[in-house]
């Protein structure tokens, strides 16, 4: 008889899973160790607070060295002209306080001479008494300084820009300043808008074009308003297109004056 082959059936593929492999989603330790996780994170440890705490202080102490870095001058990036100019102000007033220095120590020795003390010191409270009238601006002064003229033909120059050029004056060594003849600059002296948006000083308003008297070194006072970032790079720039012309004055009449208003409430101790 002729062989017959034998019919094999295929064997089905066991359809349990093997020993030790789950058939879907991640092992339960991981699912486990995600929910440890998430409340580590909803409820810290004391230790994990703490550090973050520092963290927190450290990235404060950051920001705030950057800040302060950043807010205080650089200079290098000024052109030796520039550096010129800014060591020639200091120089100037470095001159002028150890002349300061020099006149209240000569004070010093007239008041302790003995006979000539009284007259001295009579001496010295009329020199006080004029200097404190032209600082409260109370009185006509007269010196050397500079005029300056400010043309703003598209009214662009502001409140904070005449600010900065009155402080850059103070820092440049002026004594007495004067704003379009009628506004004496004193330390009650504000400056603002008003309701039509005009720029005003002590409620007067600054018609173009702006001049500015300056009682002071004149060389010195010049360069404190061309220095770089100052009165005139700011008006002459883009932002304003005004102009400044600057004149070095022998002599400088300053006649307007403040009226000093009594206190209300403060009294002397």
Do not use: C
């Not at 705030?64 to 290098?76: D, V």
């Not at 004029?130 to 502001?158: N, Y």
């Not at 297109?241 to 307007?256: A, E, P």
């Amino acid at each position: 008889m002729p062989d017959q082959k034998e019919s094999v059936e295929p064997v089905e593929e066991a359809t349990a899973p093997r020993r030790g492999v789950q058939e879907d989603g991640p092992p339960q330790s991981a699912v486990t160790g995600k929910r440890q996780m998430l409340r580590d994170f909803l409820r810290p440890a004391r230790g994990q607070l703490t550090v973050a705490l520092i963290l927190l202080l450290t990235a404060l102490m950051v920001v705030l060295t950057l800040r302060s870095q950043a807010a205080q001058p650089s200079y290098t990036n000024l052109r030796r002209t520039e550096l010129i100019q800014l060591l020639d102000n200091l120089s100037s007033e470095t001159r002028r306080l150890e002349e300061d220095i020099r006149d209240l120590q000569r004070t010093r020795d007239e008041l302790a001479s003995g006979a000539e003390g009284a007259d001295a010191a009579r001496a010295e409270a009329n020199r006080r008494l004029d200097e404190l009238q032209i600082i409260a601006g109370t009185v006509p002064v007269h010196g050397a300084g500079v005029h300056i003229v400010i043309v703003d033909p598209e009214k662009k120059v502001s409140p904070e820009l005449l600010l900065d050029a009155l402080e850059e004056l103070r820092d440049a060594g002026a004594e007495v300043i004067q704003i379009n003849g009628i506004v004496r600059v004193t330390t009650s002296t504000w400056l603002g808008l008003d309701s039509e948006g005009r720029v005003v000083a002590d409620d007067q308003v600054l018609t173009s074009p702006i001049s500015i008297d300056a009682i002071g070194d004149p060389p010195t006072l010049e360069s404190g308003a061309r220095f770089r970032g100052g009165l005139v790079s700011e008006v002459e720039g883009a932002r304003v297109g005004g102009s400044v012309s600057i004149t070095q004055m022998d002599r400088l009449d300053i006649d307007s004056v403040v009226t000093i208003t009594e206190n209300e409430f403060a009294r002397p101790s």
